[in-house]
Structure formats: C-alpha cells, structure tokens
C-alpha cells in the first residue's frame, strides 16, 4: 500500500456528515435529500447545510436519526466520523438552577 491509501477505519475517523446522509437515505430507501428532510421532520435547506459543513448534526437531530433509522446513536456517530469519546452538552448561564431555591 502506497502512502496515499487509506484503511476503511481511517475513512471513518475523518469528520463527513455526508457518508451518515448517503447511508440513511440508502437504509431508509429514500430517493433523495428531500425525502430525507421529510422522514426526519426537518426543513431540506438544514440537510443543505449540513452536506455543505455550514451546519453541525446536533444532539436532536441524531436522535432523530436513531428513531426512524433504529441505528444505535453509537454507530450513527461512527458513521459521520465523530472521534470524541464523550459527546459533551454546552450548558448556558441561564440553565444553571438557582442555588437561593435549596430544599430545606
């Protein structure tokens, strides 16, 4: 092998959300985005944007994923080539409870 191939496990460590599109839409037998868009419950300009790297898959979405694909969240985060091994939620300043409001 030649320094330029590459191994399908290094393929899958490289960020594609597209590869975790084309897949769905095989699995779902779907014919195209559109349909994608519709079976997720998302409007098509969002699969738009995320085949075009302007849009992250978020936490929502990838349940979403889960629930009409039955594919584990695991497996579907392999497939977009997600390498973290904690998916970590960025919490605001205002969903932090306030600590006047203690049980006596």
């Given at each position: 092998?030649g320094?330029?191939?590459?191994?399908?496990?290094?393929?899958?460590?490289?960020?594609?959300p597209?590869?975790l599109?084309?897949?769905?839409?095989?699995?779902l037998?779907?014919?195209?985005d559109?349909?994608l868009a519709?079976t997720?419950d998302?409007a098509?300009?969002?699969?738009?944007?995320?085949r075009h790297?302007r849009?992250?898959?978020?936490?929502?979405?990838?349940i979403?994923m889960h629930?009409v694909?039955?594919?584990?969240?695991?497996?579907?985060r392999?497939?977009m080539?997600?390498?973290?091994?904690?998916?970590?939620?960025?919490?605001s300043?205002?969903d932090?409870?306030?600590?006047?409001?203690?049980?006596a």
């Amino acid at each position: 092998m030649g320094a330029s191939a590459h191994t399908e496990e290094d393929v899958l460590r490289t960020y594609d959300p597209n590869r975790l599109l084309d897949h769905l839409i095989d699995r779902l037998d779907l014919k195209n985005d559109a349909a994608l868009a519709r079976t997720l419950d998302v409007a098509p300009p969002v699969i738009s944007k995320i085949r075009h790297y302007r849009l992250a898959i978020g936490a929502s979405l990838l349940i979403r994923m889960h629930e009409v694909s039955d594919i584990a969240i695991g497996d579907l985060r392999i497939l977009m080539g997600d390498r973290r091994s904690k998916f970590r939620v960025a919490f605001s300043q205002n969903d932090v409870p306030d600590m006047s409001l203690r049980a006596a």
